[in-house]
């Protein structure tokens, strides 16, 4: 006997066949929880379809944080812009979800119709298809009163007709 009272040369493990059954359990247990993680992150964020609506008869809110970052996607070539919800209340203006990029963070492809986005050579444009995070939306929506059209703001859905 030794000091683990088995006779001499015995090694025999009683819970041998828990091992292949715990790293199982293990697996699985990791597998469903990134599969909810990636339910989870399909659902942050405005859906498909959802429209931000600048409405100039709202009083232009203040914004003192500098303009926010865009990258335009029309044609062949990018190029990088400017948004300043101040400006784009301003003159008025609508934009569209038209795609949500599931990455980290989450990106969204949205399309801009109005007067402009901001003023000098940064601008976007009166229309133009733009790439934003989901943070820099939610800015977006936070100052233009958030997500959806309200009664009387679908004059503002400038270019939408499909």
């Not at 059954?21 to 659902?43: D, E, H, P, W, Y």
């Not at 979800?97 to 901001?118: F, I, N, Q």
Request: proline share 7%.
């Amino acid at each position: 006997m030794d000091e683990y009272d088995l006779a001499s040369g015995d090694t025999r493990d009683d819970l041998g066949w828990m091992t292949p059954i715990s790293m199982f359990a293990i697996a699985m247990l990791s597998l469903v929880t990134f599969m909810i993680g990636l339910t989870r992150l399909a659902r942050i964020g405005p859906d498909t379809g959802t429209a931000i609506v600048f409405d100039p008869s709202k009083a232009p809110r203040y914004w003192q944080e500098p303009e926010l970052p865009a990258r335009q996607v029309e044609g062949p070539a990018e190029r990088a812009c400017g948004l300043n919800p101040a400006i784009m209340i301003a003159g008025g203006g609508s934009m569209v979800v038209e795609a949500k990029e599931m990455s980290l963070p989450p990106l969204y492809r949205v399309h801009w119709s109005g007067a402009r986005t901001t003023s000098g050579e940064k601008d976007c444009g009166r229309s133009a298809d733009l790439v934003i995070p989901l943070s820099d939306l939610r800015a977006l929506a936070r100052v233009a009163g958030g997500f959806g059209v309200d009664n009387g703001a679908a004059p503002f859905l400038i270019g939408f007709t499909r």
